[in-house]
């Protein structure tokens, strides 16, 4: 059987998406770890520590499920360039995972598989992913027998958004405060996550908040019921941070987090994810100083000078090619 030609789609948001995108490549080999051995022994103090091996644990193994995520959101659609763009992305959580798994291993030597290991089972971590899986594996099942539906495509699509406008911002912020309160004790992984947090927020966000958006004004499926299932997801997301803050904080609160801050972020983020959608927010909490910080800290383009003085190899995904703001466009 032979398939449709893909055709340039020029006026295409997707096209516009896939070529930022392109600019935006990097891989996980592109960024030094070589000094965060050092932070992490002599910089962090124990609660800083167990907090940045529980994030980046939880980062690893979620990457690593949503690979598949996106591999089936790719099969199941129809346009062609959106076919492309998520199977990209898919690959872009493949470096993700494979720049964790790196990291580690640059670092700790040895002990990374232990780190990772330990994380496989640890029932915090699987608990904080569990729901995203769970509408992965049921969506997959309901896939290959033919029987999933544009409402099914709509719940995976709304999960992968949530989890990737509000759990991983927060996670990224964790990360990143821990290396600028710290003394820079890991500005291998916080590098690494600038370029993920890249990724994430500025194609994987926008494209799933472009899609869910078309279906809506397209008529393919009802406003009201994604705005619910959004609504839905969202409270569930609460109360997953919620557990997921207690356990990330049990030895202590380092420098520069707590769980108030913690629970602000998400009120926060999840905040955003509603408006980006064109819907009422729910918690109304106030953009503050930390908000501002983090945008400043996560822009790469603001850190060429400062990468350019560590011994980085990798320099492709630096092009200054601001599209950042397609959320607001469309
Ligand atoms: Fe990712
Ligand atoms: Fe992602």
Do not use: C
């Amino acid at each position: 059987m032979s398939k449709k030609l893909i055709r340039y789609e020029q006026r295409s948001i997707y096209t516009k998406l896939l070529e930022k995108a392109y600019g935006d490549f990097w891989t996980h080999n592109s960024v030094s770890y070589k000094d965060d051995l050092y932070g992490v022994q002599h910089k962090f103090d124990e609660k800083a520590r167990q907090v940045f091996l529980k994030t980046i644990s939880f980062q690893s193994l979620m990457d690593n499920d949503i690979v598949g995520i996106y591999t089936y959101l790719a099969k199941f659609v129809d346009d062609q360039t959106l076919q492309l763009l998520y199977l990209y992305i898919a690959q872009n959580e493949s470096i993700h995972q494979l720049s964790y798994s790196y990291g580690l291993q640059q670092t700790f030597g040895n002990e990374a598989d232990d780190i990772l290991s330990n994380a496989e089972n640890e029932p915090a971590v699987l608990q904080r992913m569990y729901k995203e899986e769970q509408v992965e594996d049921d969506f997959v099942s309901k896939f290959n027998i033919g029987e999933a539906t544009i409402k099914d495509f709509v719940n995976v699509v709304i999960h992968a958004y949530l989890l990737e406008q509000i759990k991983f911002p927060v996670s990224f912020f964790v990360t990143f405060k821990l290396n600028d309160t710290y003394n820079g004790a890991i500005n291998g992984f916080s590098q690494a996550l600038k370029e993920i947090a890249q990724d994430e927020l500025n194609t994987h966000v926008v494209t799933n908040m472009n899609v869910l958006k078309q279906l809506i004004r397209e008529n393919k499926v009802d406003k009201e019921f994604v705005e619910k299932l959004v609504v839905d997801r969202i409270n569930e997301i609460i109360n997953e941070e919620e557990i997921w803050a207690e356990f990330l904080f049990d030895a202590g609160e380092p420098k520069g987090l707590n769980k108030k801050l913690y629970k602000y972020l998400v009120e926060y983020f999840s905040d955003e994810a509603l408006r980006k959608l064109g819907f009422n927010k729910m918690f109304n909490v106030i953009k503050n100083s930390e908000i501002s910080w983090f945008n400043n800290y996560r822009d790469i383009n603001k850190s060429v000078v400062a990468q350019q003085e560590t011994d980085s190899v990798g320099y492709q995904s630096l092009i200054i090619n601001d599209l950042n703001k397609f959320d607001e466009r469309v």
